[in-house]
Every structure is written in C-alpha cells, then in structure tokens.
C-alpha cells in the first residue's frame, strides 16, 4: 500500500450512503484521538500513521498502523494485531464481522463505542511498540 496523499475531507464528503459518510466521520475523528495523528489518504484507506511489516513469506511493504476503508456494505477498520488479539472485547462490541485482520462495521451507532476505542488504543498501542504479530513483523517509520 502507498501513500497517496489527497484530501481526506473531499474523500469523506464522497462517500454513499449518507449513514456510511456519518459512520466515517465519526471513525475518523475516534481514529485522530487515539493516534494522537492526522489522517492521510493510501488510495482509498484512510490513515493513521504509518509502519512497514515484513510477513514471515518475505513480502512486505508499507500501510498506515491503523486505518480505514468505508465501503459501501461497511467501514472496514484494519487492525495490524489480527483480530484474534481482541477476542473478548469483541464479544461486547456488538453487530460486527471480521475477517483476519479486518473489523466491519455496518453501524457505528449500534456498537459500544468504549470497547471499540479499547480495542483501537490495544491495536495502535501494539503496532506503535514495534510489536510481533502473529502474521507479520511491524515497524513504525512514521
């Protein structure tokens, strides 16, 4: 992934429907607070931060330490810990799924939002120690 640059504002003013375009909003500003930085466009992720991994295959490259992506059946948070890290907080955070390292939101609304902001403070707080995943190797370089 690449850091591309572009107007993070114009990209959220884009986005359909208009639930999805409030969820953002709302997932932008959680994700600003608990970076401690500004979002910044990897094509059509919304960023915070960025980090190189290396997979234990040899491939690796560059990706925000936390990011977001709002399509349109939901906001895909990616949490570079994997999810299996946030098994238990999960299990309140209410309406989800998950793929291995993706958390899908379909309503900010109807999730608790203090178990989400643990669960992206335990995730930042990981990458942003430089820590050992169970997929990847991370380094914060940014």
Not at 61 to 87: E, F, M, N
Request: charged fraction near 25%; charge should be negative.
């Amino acid at each position: 992934m690449k850091l591309t640059g572009g107007d993070v504002d114009a990209f959220l003013a884009k986005i359909t429907p208009a639930a999805r375009r409030r969820d953002a909003e709302i997932l932008v500003d959680l994700l600003r607070e608990v970076s401690g930085q500004e979002p910044a466009m990897w094509g059509t992720v919304i960023g915070f931060g960025s980090c190189h991994y290396r997979y234990p295959t040899g491939t690796e490259g560059d990706s925000p330490v936390i990011g977001l992506a709002p399509r349109k059946q939901a906001c895909t948070l990616y949490l570079l810990d994997g999810i299996a890290a946030h098994r238990d907080d999960l299990a309140s955070l209410g309406p989800h799924s998950t793929g291995v390292g993706c958390l899908y939101l379909k309503d900010v609304g109807a999730i608790d939002r203090e178990t989400l902001r643990r669960i992206l403070v335990r995730s930042h707080g990981f990458v942003a120690a430089g820590g050992d995943g169970e997929y990847a190797h991370l380094t914060v370089t940014a």
